[in-house]
């Protein structure tokens, strides 16, 4: 399987990365936010669920870059930033405009009730497999909403 890249300019892309984001993991310590570039990147673990269709009983995760451009402020909350070793899980990626322009808040749901808030001048999201790739032996699962 190749490698992924993706970009994202608008809502419908930012859903196609959501859905390949599902399930990655990371360290706090690989999420950094630079104000003065307006850069907000995290080193994620991600599940490839692209490749779940070809090999059903043994899965992979692959290494991969999450970049968000022209970031204005960021926000979290349930994230121990001095807790640099915690793993979170990313569960969703999802964009609310503020109003009529592209600017609005990209909101990153993780599990345990934490999220990460980006204030953005517009929706810019780059994902790439960075080449590193591993057999792992258990699939994500969600439980079934009752």
Same mark, same amino acid.
């Given at each position: 399987m190749?490698? =992924?890249k @993706? /970009?994202? @300019?608008?809502g419908?892309? /930012?859903?196609?990365?959501?859905a390949h984001m599902q399930?990655?993991?990371f360290r706090?310590? +690989?999420?950094s936010y630079? +104000?003065k %570039?307006g =850069?907000?990147?995290?080193?994620a673990n ?8 070809e090999? !059903?009983?043994?899965?992979?995760r692959?290494?991969t870059? /999450?970049?968000f451009k022209?970031?204005?402020h960021v926000?979290?909350?349930g994230i121990?930033?001095?807790? #640099?070793?915690?793993?979170h899980s990313?569960?969703a990626i999802?964009?609310? !405009? +503020? ?5 609005g808040?990209?909101? =990153?749901? =993780?599990s345990?009730?934490? *999220?990460?808030? /980006?204030?953005v001048e517009?929706i810019?999201?780059?994902? *790439?497999? %960075?080449g590193?790739?591993w057999e %792992?032996?258990?699939k !994500?699962?969600? !439980?079934?909403? #009752?």
């Amino acid at each position: 399987m190749a490698d =992924l890249k @993706l /970009l994202a @300019l608008d809502g419908e892309d /930012l859903e196609v990365i959501s859905a390949h984001m599902q399930d990655s993991v990371f360290r706090t310590d +690989a999420v950094s936010y630079s +104000a003065k %570039t307006g =850069l907000f990147t995290i080193g994620a673990n991600r599940f490839a669920w692209e490749t779940t269709a070809e090999k !059903p009983k043994s899965f992979e995760r692959r290494r991969t870059l /999450l970049v968000f451009k022209r970031v204005r402020h960021v926000r979290s909350v349930g994230i121990d930033r001095a807790s #640099s070793d915690d793993v979170h899980s990313l569960l969703a990626i999802r964009f609310s !405009p +503020a109003g009529e322009g592209p600017d609005g808040t990209i909101e =990153l749901t =993780l599990s345990g009730k934490a *999220a990460i808030a /980006l204030d953005v001048e517009c929706i810019e999201v780059q994902l *790439a497999d %960075t080449g590193a790739a591993w057999e %792992t032996g258990s699939k !994500p699962r969600h !439980p079934e909403a #009752s």
